[in-house]
């Protein structure tokens, strides 16, 4: 998988090509977290690919990778407070957003994984399964997936009756017993079911 630096879907060439994903729609707690990536093609990184189907040593060594050499990235977020107020969709979709606009070089053309666009002004296309077919999107979800896990494992250092080291976040039977056990946080997202559920059982 290799940077694309050629011509958009509508024939115009690309000088800077980001890609840019989001990691985080499932969990019950915390920011959706996106970033936005410009490779260098003269500093190619090799080992690409999907976030989720790397380990967790190799995702941050490509992430410290990707941070040295791309021309530019950056990473963003939308609250837990701005997923309960417009859903997680529109949430996913600023954070990609912010991730564009944050970056320091000003992309001609915006590779977005999924099927959906945030709305601006940039040349863009969705690409299902962006994060496995474009090396710019792959880079994106790297850092967007570290920056998330980071934060999951601090949140872990200030509540560990949780686990979100362990689950991230996620539904799962732990989880969802420590909510039960000890309720919930304010980094709980409250329009998600079994939260919503919690919530009206008290």
Known sequence: MQPVDMFATDGASITHHAGVDE????????DVVAAA???DPDKPIAGLADSKKLTEKRRESLALEIREKALSYCVARASVEEIDEINILHASLLAMKRAVDGLHIQ??????DGNKLPQWHYRSEAVVKGDSKVAEISAASILAKVTRDNEMVELHQRHPE???????G????VHLAAIEKHGILPEHR??????KKFLEDQ
């Open 23 to 30: 990691v985080g729609r499932g969990p019950l707690a915390g």
């Open 162 to 168: 949780y686990g979100f080291a362990g689950h991230k």
């Open 170 to 173: 996620y539904p799962t039977a």
């Open 37 to 39: 990536v410009i490779l």
């Open 190 to 195: 409250r329009s998600y079911g079994p939260i």
């Open 107 to 112: 992309p001609d053309f915006v590779s977005v």
